[in-house]
Structure formats: C-alpha cells, structure tokens
C-alpha cells in the first residue's frame, strides 16, 4: 500500500484528556507522530496535553469555553449554534500546507465547543476527511438516542416532528428546543451529516443504528478503539466474591437496577462510581460497597478482586471500554442485549447476554450462574484466551487508522 498519507490534522472539543474519547484521540496523535506523520493538533477548549508539544505536535488552540462551563449564557447558545471562528481558524490550519492531497483531517468531536461551523471546512471536495463516531450526536439532538425522563431507549426517527416535540432532555425542554435548533443548523448549514464522505464507527450496533442517516455514498470503516497493550496475569475469578460495576450512578446506567438484582440473589455488590442515584442504591441493596470516583490506574487493581462485571446500562453505548478491559483479565461480564456492551460477549462462553434488568428474569439467573465458583472460572478461562487470540491494542489501532487514512 502507497502512503500518500504525510500529514493529519486531527480535530477535537478540548485539549486534553476528559474521558474516553479525547484519550483515544490524543494517544493516536502520539502514535502517529511517533510513526513519521505531521500530525496537526486543533481543538477548542484549553489546556493542551504536554504531552503533544513535547512530542513536537503542532498545536491550535481556540482557548475558548465549552457550551456548558461559559459564562455569558447568550454567548454559550450563539457559539454553541455556529462557532463561525472555530471554521475559519480550521480552514486555515486544514490548507496551511504546499499539498493538501497529503492531507487526512480526522474529526473526534464537535458539539461542546467547535460546532457544526466545522462541517463546510471538513467536507469541502478539496479535503479528505473522516469522522469517528464516538456518539451519535450526527443524528439525536441529545446525543444518544435515550429518553432521559423515561429512562429508556428512544424508537423514535431522529429529527422527525414526534422526536422534536417530546421532551427527552436529561435537563428540560428549554435545553431540548436548543439541541433542535442546533441540531437543525448542522443538518443544514453545517452539512452533518449529509456531506460526510467517510466515517468510522466503533461498534456493529451503532453502524445499525445510524447508517439510514448519512448518504448512501459514504463509506463507513469499522475501527475499534485502543483497550490495552500488556497481557495482565489472568485473574482467578473462583477466588473473588465482588459483582463489580464501574460508571455513573446515574438513571441511564442501570447502577440501581443492578442493586435490586444483587440483593435479590444474595452477591457481593462494589460500585465504582459516583451520582445522583448514590442514595438509591444503598436503599436497594444497603450491603453494597460504593468506593466512588477513583484513579483510572486503580479500576485495574480493584477490578482484579472481580468474580465477574456487570454492565446493565440502559442505553444503546458505543464501545464501552470497561468490559472489554475486565475481559483481558478473564473477567467474565453480565451485558444487557440492547447495547454495544453485548458485542465483547459470546453467551454462554466469556460471559453472559441478558434479556431484561429483572432480578427475578434473565438478570438474576445470571448473577446466580456467576454466583458458582466453577462456573465463573470456566467463563473466566473463556474471557482471557478470547480476548487475547485478537487483543484490542493500540498498535493495531493505529494499523486500521492508516488502512482508512490511505483508503479515502
């Protein structure tokens, strides 16, 4: 394969790493210029990552507030709609170059800070370009087709009169109007997604979800994210007793849910996370360990004291990152079939796909398979040699990055 690739461009929200979206965005800059690229840094929301000027990775910075965090809310609703200076800076930095046919720019995210003022500059003929998906703010207003008041899965066709007029807000309906809005004005003068050439998605369910709403010519790449790089020791699941569950604990992620089943079935609940339903899950299940927010470095540690992880989170996800990470240390995982969780797990072998939250359903016959030591071990054999016969590692991400680089 030629690599006409020499330069990417690579676009972002915020400079530095908030979740998983902007780690996997500044970790492939790295890599790329590691790897020989000129690789090209713009974002709008300060600080830079060090780590990008001390790799020698050319930086633009907007030095501007999200939508959320600015003070002037006239100001948040005005950028937020169309952030006319976050295009023209991007124009400019996208053609600063003697060939832009060498040229890739590669957009993360958009909607906290850049706007859909990006999409002209992005898919104008002249560029090649690519969007990861990491949301699915191309077509919900809200960014993931969830129901927030319902606390379910939206059904509903983005955008159409029945979409726009239901409050599905996890603020109010004020908010909702404004995503519309916004919504309307990237579908329009953005062209978002309806001049997109290309795209990469990160999960089967969300190419399901989303293909009926990009043109017929775009061309979708399947790229998963970076999950791990060094083989840990395999964990010894028969000798854990925690049913762990890492991530908000908040209504969409199914935290109380989990300890209703848990209490149901007599196991050792450990939640790690903080939220709003903090309180509620103690009520439902008061033996449960909350340990709260703690360092990234320490879910590895503490997930390695698992039996087996849950992830009953009520929404459709992405590529969640947790599961895939408990399975690299044969941890077996509990995932609900309606979201993306379910695409790391073959039933019956390195975990379990269930049907419904209903501790006394699908949910509770799970946690009481996982509840026998042998059963768990077996499953935890499964996870390991599975996940490690076709490991998620970031050298392979990087090799499927320049795959699509040189294919568009």
């Not at 953005?190 to 050439?197: A, F, H, K």
């Not at 795209?199 to 369910?205: A, K, P, R």
């Not at 395999?234 to 209703?260: M, T």
């Not at 449960?288 to 990234?296: C, P, V, Y």
Request: with cysteine; charged share 20%.
């Amino acid at each position: 394969m030629t690599d006409r690739t020499k330069r990417v461009v690579l676009v972002m929200d915020y400079g530095d790493v908030r979740g998983g979206l902007e780690k996997v965005c500044i970790e492939s800059a790295l890599a790329l210029k590691a790897q020989g690229k000129d690789v090209v840094f713009f974002c709008g929301v300060p600080p830079l990552d060090p780590r990008l000027e001390a790799a020698g990775i050319e930086t633009h910075c907007l030095g501007v507030s999200d939508i959320a965090s600015n003070a002037s809310r006239l100001a948040a609703i005005r950028t937020g709609l169309w952030n006319r200076t976050a295009g023209q800076k991007l124009d400019q930095v996208i053609r600063d170059t003697d060939d832009l046919s060498a040229t890739v720019v590669h957009v993360h995210c958009w909607t906290k800070s850049l706007s859909s003022a990006i999409g002209p500059v992005v898919t104008a003929p002249d560029v090649r370009h690519v969007f990861t998906m990491h949301e699915y703010f191309f077509a919900c207003p809200n960014g993931g087709f969830f129901d927030y008041p319902r606390n379910g899965i939206c059904g509903k066709r983005a955008m159409s009169l029945s979409c726009m007029v239901t409050n599905c807000d996890v603020r109010n309906p004020a908010h909702k109007a404004f995503r519309v809005v916004r919504q309307g004005m990237q579908k329009t003068f953005g062209r978002l997604p309806r001049g997109v050439r290309n795209i990469i998605y990160i999960s089967e369910l969300q190419h399901e979800v989303m293909r009926s709403y990009f043109p017929a010519a775009t061309r979708f790449f399947n790229v998963s994210n970076p999950v791990i790089d060094e083989k840990p020791e395999q964990v010894d699941v028969a000798a854990n007793e925690a049913f762990v569950f890492v991530g908000r604990l908040a209504a969409a992620k199914g935290g109380v849910e989990f300890a209703h089943a848990a209490k149901a079935a007599g196991v050792r609940a450990v939640f790690i996370g903080d939220g709003p339903q903090k309180d509620e899950i103690r009520a439902a299940c008061p033996e449960a360990e909350i340990l709260g927010w703690i360092e990234s470095s320490q879910v590895a540690g503490l997930l390695r004291e698992a039996r087996a992880l849950v992830f009953p989170s009520l929404w459709y996800e992405c590529q969640p990152l947790v599961p895939l990470e408990a399975l690299a240390a044969g941890i077996p995982v509990i995932s609900g079939d309606w979201t993306a969780g379910r695409e790391s797990v073959v039933n019956g072998r390195n975990g379990i796909i269930i049907k419904d939250l209903d501790p006394q359903g699908s949910f509770g016959a799970a946690l009481a398979a996982l509840k026998d030591p042998e059963a768990a071990r077996r499953y935890g054999n499964a996870a390991y040699q599975m996940f490690w016969a076709d490991p998620l590692t970031k050298g392979r991400h990087l090799d499927r990055l320049n795959t699509v680089y040189e294919a568009i």
